[in-house]
Nanobody
């Protein structure tokens, strides 16, 4: 079992930056695919970013490409999401997810999920 706990969410103004942290416990995550997703009020959960354990190559949703950066520190069992130039439509609960086998942008590819951290961006 892998437990995931997100932190770093806050209320900020448009244009600000935040760094979200997802701390894993239970097992080392160096061979887990890691993803970030978000869910805004009244909307479906959507893919934000993903990093493969095999080659650490990142993938991003078009809506965040060039503004968000996913990274991982296997020694600290942690994955990060650096968010720059935040916009009001980035407002959502951000969740991290982990999976040993699949990964990618699909929700169903992930077995382990955190509870999320709230990000609110005002204009």
């Amino acid at each position: 079992q892998v437990q995931l706990v997100e932190s770093g969410g806050a209320s900020v103004e448009a244009g600000a930056s935040l760094r979200l942290t997802c701390k894993a416990s239970g097992r080392p995550i160096d061979n887990y695919h890691l993803g970030w997703f978000r869910q805004a009020p009244g909307k479906d959960r959507e893919f934000v970013a993903y990093m493969s354990w095999a080659d650490n190559s990142p993938e991003y949703a078009d809506s965040v490409k060039g503004r968000f950066t996913i990274s991982r520190n296997n020694a600290e069992n942690t994955v990060y999401l650096q968010m720059d130039r935040l916009q009001p439509n980035d407002t959502a609960v951000y969740l991290c997810a982990a999976d040993r086998i699949y990964g990618g942008s699909g929700l169903k590819a992930y077995v382990y999920w955190g509870q999320g951290t709230q990000v609110t961006v005002s204009s």
